[in-house]
């Protein structure tokens, strides 16, 4: 394994073995291969991380690349609060329970779907802004907020820095906004950890599902393959046991985290508490 020059996990020698890592044996012709590719293929999630801050100047770059993602209309509803106190995460990361990387990384940034700028907006042009109590206008925020992310991700790795989403900001909204200072119609739709990893603890490759499960041409393709997915549990199992996980496998697992809503960790409760913060979701 070689270290790729514009990153700073380990990168596959060759386009063919990131593609094996990623997607098991299926095969895609290369030719059009360049660096962008091999960055968002070698992506891997970074829980260690060093004791090194992460300069004001890389954050404002990688928030310059969210800035630069598509978002509908050009409303640009989102927004990102840096977290970088110690005690601020800790209160955040127990919120999030369990999520130690958050105390382990330098850098937490919360991402959310934020109505509330819009709303200052259209008030102060004479408008109710009644656009904004629809459920399509949450949506578009919180999709905004994950497209902008996900570029700070790319951004980010392209710096040598690892990344790692939490999607535990959702267990407790309400307290997350209570720490974080959360005007009404604004929501934390996940958190971003952000630090240097720790070259201690190396992090694979996670396979994906093969594309066959995936990519639909023209129409929605069904039924689902079994041998798809066994193959699949296959190699999941394989890459739990390299990690030192509890071997299990996808389908399992997955099928356990939707069973109920006790599954859910508090998230089935998720539209009365929305609307306790502000949003209207006509």
Not at 99 to 128: E, H, M
Not at 215 to 232: D, F, G, I, K, M
């Amino acid at each position: 394994m070689s270290l790729s020059p514009h990153s700073a996990v380990p990168a596959s020698d060759t386009p063919a073995e990131l593609i094996r890592q990623r997607l098991g044996a299926e095969t895609i012709d290369t030719e059009n291969w360049n660096s962008a590719l091999e960055a968002m293929l070698a992506h891997r999630s970074v829980r260690s991380y060093l004791p090194k801050p992460v300069p004001d100047d890389v954050l404002r770059l990688g928030i310059a690349a969210a800035q630069s993602a598509p978002t509908s209309s050009g409303l640009q509803a989102w927004s990102v609060v840096a977290v970088e106190d110690p005690a601020r995460r800790a209160k955040l990361a127990e919120l999030a329970s369990p999520n130690p990387q958050i105390l382990s990384a330098p850098l937490f940034l919360v991402w959310l779907a934020d109505l509330s700028r819009l709303r200052t907006v259209a008030v102060d042009n004479g408008k109710a802004g009644d656009g904004l109590d629809y459920l399509e206008s949450f949506l578009l925020a919180a999709i905004d907020a994950s497209l902008a992310a996900q570029n700070a991700v790319v951004a980010f790795e392209s710096l040598g820095l690892g990344t790692c989403y939490i999607g535990g900001m959702r267990n407790n909204p309400i307290d997350v906004g209570a720490v974080l200072g959360l005007p009404p119609e604004s929501f934390a739709v996940f958190g971003l950890t952000v630090g240097y990893p720790d070259p201690t603890v190396a992090t694979d490759i996670k396979p994906r599902l093969p594309q066959s499960l995936v990519l639909h041409r023209e129409t929605y393709q069904l039924p689902l393959s079994p041998v798809a997915l066994e193959s699949y549990d296959s190699r999941m199992q394989e890459f739990q046991a390299a990690q030192g996980m509890a071997v299990r496998g996808w389908t399992r697992v997955m099928a356990g985290r939707i069973a109920d809503a006790a599954a859910l960790k508090g998230r089935d409760r998720l539209k009365e508490i929305v609307r306790a913060m502000g949003f209207k979701l006509k």
